[in-house]
């Protein structure tokens, strides 16, 4: 038997006709309500790091060191942080949440034009998290493109890859800046993870996630618990709720402040902080 395949998109699944309960293939039962943040009120006293990008890069040494010691800790503690001030416009966020709005609105033709079928293709886009291994589908589509140390995007819709390229060079500087700090605040140069990891050539990766409306949100994934293998990720969101983040055994929604960047320590990274630890 041929195995189940999901829906062509996501998108398209829930803009169906009076869809009122989602496929069975989309229902996940690795799913525990008590996981939900809803049932935690103990979750009011968590708090995500906030981390004042302007006093991280400010020239008064004082300031710095605590914005330096504040991201360690932050680094630490939970591996997750917010990082307001940063510098990037909230005019550019808001081209790219809107120009990627209207990427996923492109008719399903188009988009098939570079669908992709391998993870090192530089450009995709598809559905679900790994079709070919899930039990069960994730309510999510996607576009996965590589930015550096080869620029790509898509062509579609016009002005998309423009407001791209201008937002990959801003937050590229955002990240050196965030390892600066973490290189200091490991003991290290400041300049020490730049160059021990080549960043002038080290891949820089868009990732747009999609959610649909779901009918039966309490039934289905957006994503699977996982965690990210690079070095940084810097996360925009356009404040509908739903992210969480795991932190000493709890699931934390993640309650963005406006114009603020999340941010994940990677696998990567982590190991460094390890090796630092044992040398």
């Known amino acids: 038997m041929a195995p189940i395949q999901p829906a062509s998109t996501v998108k398209i699944l829930s803009e169906s006709p009076n869809l009122n309960s989602i496929p069975s293939t989309y229902v996940n039962s690795t799913i525990n309500p008590s996981d939900s943040p809803a049932s935690d009120p103990d979750l009011d006293s968590y708090s995500i790091p906030t981390i004042d990008f302007s006093l991280l890069t400010s020239t008064d040494p ?26 990037i416009p909230e005019s550019l966020i808001k ?25 090192l293709d530089p450009i995709r886009c598809g559905t679900s998290f790994n079709t070919s291994k899930e039990k069960a589908f994730f309510w999510i589509d996607y ?10 995007f898509p062509t579609k819709p016009k002005g998309y890859s423009d407001i791209a390229s201008e937002y990959c060079e801003k937050t590229r500087e955002v990240a050196k800046k965030l390892l600066s700090g973490i290189s200091q605040g490991l003991g290290l140069e400041e300049c020490f993870l730049d160059k ?17 409306r779901c009918p039966q949100p309490e039934l289905a994934l957006g994503m699977p618990p996982h965690s990210h293998h690079g070095l940084l990720t810097l996360i ?41 630890q044992y040398t």
Not at 100 to 117: P, R, S, W, Y
Not at 196 to 212: C, E, R, T, W
Not at 250 to 268: E, F, Q, R, T, Y
């Open 62 to 87: 004082q300031q710095r060191s605590e914005a330096i010691d504040n991201l360690g800790k932050a680094c630490q503690d939970w591996g997750f942080f917010m990082v307001v001030n940063h510098g």
């Open 236 to 276: 925009i969101q356009n404040q509908v709720g739903g992210l969480q983040v795991q932190h000493q055994g709890k699931w934390i929604p993640v309650n963005a402040l406006p114009n603020s960047l999340l941010v994940n320590s990677g696998d990567h990274l982590e190991q460094w902080k390890v090796q630092e």
């Open 196 to 212: 021990a990891l080549d960043m002038k050539s080290g891949f820089q990766v868009f990732i747009a996630n999609l959610y649909p």
């Open 143 to 152: 576009l996965k493109v590589f930015l550096h140390p080869q620029f790509h």
């Open 95 to 119: 081209e790219v949440i809107d120009g990627t709005q209207g990427f996923f609105n492109l008719a399903e033709e188009e988009k098939k034009e570079i669908e992709g079928k391998h993870v």
